[in-house]
């Protein structure tokens, strides 16, 4: 009967830096401007010309009071954006696509509960609006996600120490 005995190896994984949490968000006391999440996720609907729906997200949010900026990523680019918020809610913000001349315009609102939805339009180097790109969004809040999926995490560890037993005779 031959032997058998078992070794685990050990895979190396590289985690990179949750984009959720690496984000400065601030109000100055007595500041009645809503405070935003580091990171949104979503939906962005291009009704013009594409008619398209792309995954949209809003990452590394910063926000000083009125002021925000971060990471745009939809419609199949990526970018930068900056804007601001109203106290009351009402949220406006300009993507700057990487690679292009032309920008995304954002206009919306901060609903109860802290999603964003509202409208978009492409506008040309001139500040424009182009004809046929144009569409709405809809954004939530994205937590860290190391919050979010613990256990699915774990089920996905425990897996892995499954698949990672050699047999070895």
Not at 56 to 73: A, R
Not at 87 to 112: L, M, P
Not at 113 to 136: I, K, P, W
Not at 141 to 161: I, N
Request: glycine share 12%; aromatic share 10%; hydrophobic share 30%.
């Amino acid at each position: 009967m031959p032997v058998v005995s078992y070794r685990a190896t050990t895979p190396t994984h590289t985690i990179a830096p949750d984009p959720c949490t690496s984000s400065t968000l601030t109000n100055s006391s007595g500041s009645n401007y809503p405070l935003l999440t580091p990171c949104y996720g979503g939906t962005i609907d291009d009704i013009g010309v594409a008619k398209e729906t792309t995954g949209m997200y809003l990452t590394k949010v910063k926000q000083n009071g009125d002021n925000l900026s971060g990471n745009f990523q939809g419609l199949n680019v990526a970018g930068t954006f900056r804007g601001t918020i109203q106290q009351n809610g009402k949220i406006q913000f300009e993507v700057t696509v990487i690679g292009r001349t032309d920008t995304i315009v954002f206009t919306g609102s901060n609903k109860y509960g802290g999603d964003l939805r509202g409208q978009f339009e492409v506008h040309d180097s001139n500040g424009q609006a182009t004809l046929g790109e144009y569409g709405s969004w809809y954004a939530q809040p994205m937590y860290s996600l190391s919050k979010r999926t613990v256990g699915a995490e774990l089920f996905s560890l425990s897996r892995l120490c499954y698949n990672c037993i050699e047999q070895v005779i």
